[in-house]
């Protein structure tokens, strides 16, 4: 059986394919047909332009499937556009019942012609990437130009956005795809044990060397290495990357061999490198070594309207994998979930809703009492329940402080101590942030211990 996702079709369409067998996932607009994307799998998805109108095609041609377009005259350049852009074919109006379901058959049974195989394979990699935004429309772009070429790629963005989905992305639909992508976290690795991990040592090279040990950049040979938030290695060892993005070559520890490797480099950063070279904290040569081609992920509170779709994903996700039924948000939990600025981007949006699904139960649909209080509490913002003047009065400037002090400090707890971050949760510069921090005589050694 042929399983469509149609969107804005007659009722005797409608009528027709399901009488001729066709099992169908009605929408009513772009919108709604990319929730249920997140949510089902379809061999295809048939669209009318003459119903939705006004509506952008792209985001529909993003999702990396079969699409068959439906339209008249009046719409012609945008079905035109959408096919070149990667819809596999298009109908024109006025037809008949059995010419679109004999095209139906053609594009989305399993005889499904090389070229269209061939895109939607291509392009697979892609849907494991939630969005359908402006901004994640270009990222998709960009990546898919990035893959075809070996070229160093630096990906920048805050931290839970999704670095290492859109390396593997690339890597998947390279030339590269059939060797392996190998992956490390240079800020989870102390600098001693970092250079060791990534190029590896001879038998006897330091103390409990015991045999000859292969570092990353030799796994990856032929394929793809990601050095995830790169910003955090040290100047020593970035020297040392600098030689084997220039001359492909490098030396395990304690060995004098030279070894030459073909590997494709994706850097990532939660970092402001720019800032870091300025700082002295990061070498200039490098980064300009890094950043050939360069893809910024958008913050979650910069693309809302990706919310609910990756609010589907993650909840058919969890509810699959606990054994629990298929939930929904209600309209207060999404707006509410819509609202809030995410400073931990979708890694804690999974983290928020994987929690509302236990607690929820059995029970269909996700309250706003299921989540955290950050979130409900956030909801309000902020009063002065808390604060009383006294009958002698206050110091007003005093007062002002220490409120501003709380609200330095609550910031770089959520973050983990990253300024960039707690910076960017108060919607200050970085530098205005450090300058208060200085004036607030909030220095490393006085901070509090952040975890």
Known sequence: MIKLLTIGLERELIEALTTDG?????????????????????????CDLTIIENEDLSSLVACGQAVLIITDASRLSSAVQAVKEGATDLVLKPCQPGLVIDTCRRLFSAAVCPTTEARTSRRRPL???????PQMLRVFETIESAARFPSTVLIVGETGTGKELVARAIHEMSPRSARPMVSINCAAI??????????????GAFTGAHQTRIGRFEQADGGTIFLDEIGEMSLNLQ?????????????????????????????????ELEEKVRQGEFRKDLYYRLNVITIKLPALRDRRQDLPQLAAYFLNCFSQAYG???????????KRLSAYDWPGNIRQLQNVLERATILSGTRAQLELGDLPEELTAAEAGPTLQTLSIPEGGLNFDSVVSNIERELLLESLRRTGGNKCQAARLLNLKRTTFIEKLKRLNLTPETEPALS
């Open 127 to 133: 849907s494991k990437i939630i969005g359908s935004s």
């Open 239 to 271: 020297a040392k990357l600098l030689r084997v993005l220039q001359e492909r070559e490098f030396e395990r520890l304690g060995s004098g061999r030279t070894i030459k490797v073909d590997v494709r480099v994706i850097a990532a950063t939660s970092a």
């Open 22 to 46: 066709f099992q169908l996932q009605l929408a009513r607009s772009i919108e709604e047909a990319l929730l249920h994307l997140a949510e089902a799998h379809f061999n295809g998805i048939l």
């Open 324 to 334: 629990l039924p298929a939930k929904t948000l209600t309209p207060a939990t999404l």
């Open 190 to 203: 102390p600098e001693s044990l970092l250079e060791d991990e990534l190029f590896g040592h001879v038998k």
